[in-house]
């Protein structure tokens, strides 16, 4: 009798397989989930890349909606999102969170480019960026007027990106 039935449990797994890709179909490849969407913004203090005596926390940014926008010179995809990043921050204040660079680097890169933050931090060891559960640079997340994470962006950001997203969202957030 049990020997009848042994063709079935293949056939159960591959069922469920189907099932699970079936279901998978309508996300987005590109978006991975995080755990910090909807929760405060981790807390951190790391100095400033242009001013290193000076430091930033983001409690110094509670009261207004802003942009952390993980970045660094090595980094290709930072480069071609650049423009974007400057055009953004006519509208919101923009923190740059500078990861694991060399700090002469990125400097000489914001002065070649120019400089759209408000300051930008530099998380040396990349601890802060694990802790905001930064997969890669470039990395966006827009912060509310209570320090909380709204929305994450992987990836650079486009131009649509910025006006179907974005824009509507801090717009919405500073009313």
């Not at 055009?87 to 480019?113: F, K, M, S, Y």
């Not at 559960?133 to 929305?151: L, S």
Request: glycine content about 6%.
């Amino acid at each position: 009798m049990k020997k009848q039935w042994i063709w079935a449990l293949p056939l159960a797994v591959f069922v469920v397989m189907v099932g699970f890709f079936a279901a998978s179909l309508d996300k987005d490849p590109r978006e991975l989930p995080s755990q910090r969407l909807d929760k405060p913004a981790p807390a951190f203090n790391l100095p400033q890349l242009a001013n290193p005596q000076a430091s930033f926390a983001p409690a110094q940014m509670h009261g207004q909606v802003w942009l952390l926008n993980v970045w660094a010179s090595w980094c290709a995809a930072c480069r071609s999102e650049h423009e974007i990043v400057t055009q953004l921050a006519r509208h919101v204040p923009i923190v740059g969170l500078n990861q694991q660079d060399e700090a002469q680097a990125a400097r000489a890169w914001l002065t070649e480019l120019g400089d759209p933050y408000l300051l930008s931090a530099s998380d040396d060891d990349g601890r802060v960026s694990i802790d905001y559960g930064v997969y890669g640079v470039p990395e966006t997340f827009v912060i509310d007027k209570q320090g909380v994470i709204r929305y994450r962006h992987l990836g650079p950001i486009t131009r649509e990106t910025m006006q179907d997203t974005l824009l509507p969202l801090i717009r919405k957030l500073q009313a």
